[in-house]
């Protein structure tokens, strides 16, 4: 369990409010200083409202400057040897750190055996940094998550993934919501939960969205499964659900929407319906190549991609770039670039 420092303040408050069909958002836990990775929060802190409602985490805005936030996924910390690139993936960390994000976001597969509390430790032991640095830390479930366990009781493999993010207590939750000042709403979602329309998971995730608050400006959505990416993928479970539901609803919305997902250890870029869909599975794991065909939009000629994404927040842009590292390099100083770049304007 990680602890936090002394210097920790957390502040919670509970707030109710309607959106124009009549939906209740409820459960807005505001975090407003995180010391160690992780939701961290001071010992005791709780969400606003009854267990049965996902909490909302806040993270504020700078005192000035943009705001910096880094996405990626399929990290697999573990002491196994041939699973992972342990080499691209200490390096992306270390990277990461001099970045300075305000948040970080990890799109699933952050461990390689979710039934071995070890590989959490290794998570831990190699991102000390980030905890130093208070910087925190939201992932999202991935199928590695679970691996080890029965399909059907999952539950040590979810002890291991609580007990590793424990404060203030997402137990029983697996997706949640935070808020990156007022601008930026980030969804972070479950892809082996049920997505589709009359699911739990479903009805809480078009509740977030249609009850959006005026000020924000962009929707992050983060899940494992990828919702758009080379149709030769074969689909997982309900991730498709999204992108459906994004179809009929994002142009409705006052607020831009990028979706990213991890589990395809390559980056790849859509636009689909106005929506910016996003790969980033390349924190490491055995690299998976990357036809980019059917409309890819980043038409990379490089086959091995560990990378990350920064997400850079102004006052009415997002600018997107993917950082690569190239572990062939042998000057450090080489290694690093940022082939692909968009942005995506407010409305």
Not at 184 to 204: F, H, I, M, T, Y
Request: proline share 9%; glycine share 6%.
């Amino acid at each position: 369990m990680i602890r936090p420092g002394p210097e920790a303040a957390v502040s919670a408050t509970a707030r109710k409010h309607r959106d124009s069909g009549g939906l209740r958002m409820r459960s807005i836990l505001r975090l407003f200083a995180l010391p160690a990775i992780g939701w961290v929060a001071a010992t005791g802190a709780v969400p606003c409202s009854a267990a049965a409602e996902p909490p909302r985490f806040s993270v504020p805005s700078p005192a000035e400057g943009p705001l910096v936030l880094v996405v990626y996924g399929d990290t697999r910390f573990t002491e196994r040897e041939g699973v992972v690139n342990a080499v691209a993936r200490r390096a992306l960390v270390e990277k990461i750190s001099s970045e300075t994000p305000a948040a970080i976001f990890i799109g699933g597969d952050l461990v390689y055996q979710g039934h071995d509390p070890a590989d959490y430790r290794t998570f831990q032991s190699e991102t000390s940094a980030w905890s130093a640095a208070h910087i925190p830390v939201f992932p999202a479930l991935g199928n590695h998550e679970f691996a080890g366990c029965p399909p059907e009781d999952p539950q040590e493999c979810l002890e291991n993934w609580w007990n590793t993010f424990a404060d203030p207590p997402l137990r029983p939750h697996r997706w949640y919501s935070v808020a990156i000042g007022s601008s930026l709403l980030a969804l972070v979602l479950d892809s082996d939960s049920p997505l589709k329309s009359g699911s739990e998971q479903r009805a809480w995730f078009e509740a977030q969205i249609e009850g959006t608050p005026d000020a924000v400006k962009f929707i992050l959505i983060v899940l494992h499964y990828p919702p758009v990416r080379d149709p030769l993928f074969p689909r997982a479970r309900d991730e498709r659900e999204v992108a459906r539901y994004l179809a009929r609803h994002a142009k409705l919305l006052r607020a831009r929407v990028l979706v990213v997902g991890s589990h395809v250890h390559n980056y790849e870029r859509y636009l689909k319906d106005g929506v910016n869909y996003l790969v980033s599975g390349g924190g490491g794991a055995k690299p998976v190549p990357a036809p980019r065909m059917f409309g890819e939009k980043s038409h990379l000629r490089t086959a091995v991609n560990f990378h990350y994404l920064r997400l850079t927040l102004s006052s009415d842009r997002l600018a997107v770039s993917m950082v690569r590292y190239d572990a062939a390099k042998a000057d450090p100083a080489d290694a690093w670039s940022e082939p692909d770049r968009f942005e995506i304007r407010a409305n």
